[in-house]
């Protein structure tokens, strides 16, 4: 069962499917470095799982994300690709451990520590954004600063304690989180802000692979099964 941001890598047939179809973003960026993105798309650069827009079976709706940036802007690319030409996927929390090997110094430091503090308290911590896909791919994604963009499951009480836990390690190193947290709302996995799931608020915007929802949640919350 795919999720929002997994990751998805394709075999070669999925390539002229991506330029075919693409929708691309800065619409006015010089064409070498589309090209230069449709060549990597899915082979090197994963796929990342987006909201599935136009429903059609036996297709699956993903975007792309380059190290390069045009005016500022990253090189973004969204499409529509067969399911037959899926060759690997990977979870958020896959990407973590691999990322937690392939981290340096500081870096490592305190992905190390955001993991860990999950863990201790039974939330399963994974990694997002350009640190997930430089870990990946070897590419230039990160630049300085950088937040942590992390996505975590768990139960209501633990995630409040992992909550307090990463305002610590914000503090102690000057970082800045988003963070999503992966609930269970009308049997789909639906993904929310950490921080808005802590308020006081019971309504809560949370998204699914297929749509966007409002709606109450309540104390407590609903129990969640870690990410494999």
């Not at 997994?6 to 691309?24: G, M, P, Q, S, Y």
Request: proline share 4%; hydrophobic share 40%.
């Amino acid at each position: 069962m795919l999720n929002r941001h997994d990751l998805v890598f394709f075999n070669r047939n999925a390539i002229d499917t991506i330029a075919a179809n693409a929708e691309c973003l800065p619409p006015d960026a010089p064409r070498a470095y589309w090209d230069e993105l449709f060549e990597k798309a899915g082979l090197q650069i994963p796929g990342i799982v987006r909201r599935q827009e136009h429903g059609r079976k036996g297709w699956l709706d993903v975007g792309f994300s380059s190290p390069r940036r045009f005016n500022g802007v990253r090189y973004r690319v969204s499409a529509s690709i067969p399911t037959d030409d899926i060759e690997e996927v990977m979870t958020p929390f896959q990407v973590m451990r691999i990322a937690l090997d392939n981290a340096k110094d500081t870096d490592r430091r305190i992905m190390t520590e955001l993991c860990s503090s999950g863990c201790r308290g039974g939330v399963c911590v994974g990694l997002l954004g350009s640190r997930a896909l430089q870990s990946l791919t070897g590419l230039p994604y990160i630049s300085a600063p950088s937040d942590y963009d992390l996505i975590v499951e768990g139960r209501m009480e633990a995630l409040k304690a992992y909550a307090g836990n990463v305002k610590k390690i914000e503090r102690r190193y000057g970082i800045v989180t988003d963070i999503e947290a992966r609930i269970h709302e009308r049997n789909l996995a639906c993904d929310v802000k950490l921080k808005e799931l802590m308020s006081s608020s019971n309504w809560i915007m949370g998204k699914t692979l297929s749509d966007v929802l409002l709606f109450r949640y309540p104390a407590g919350g609903s129990e969640s099964v870690c990410g494999k």
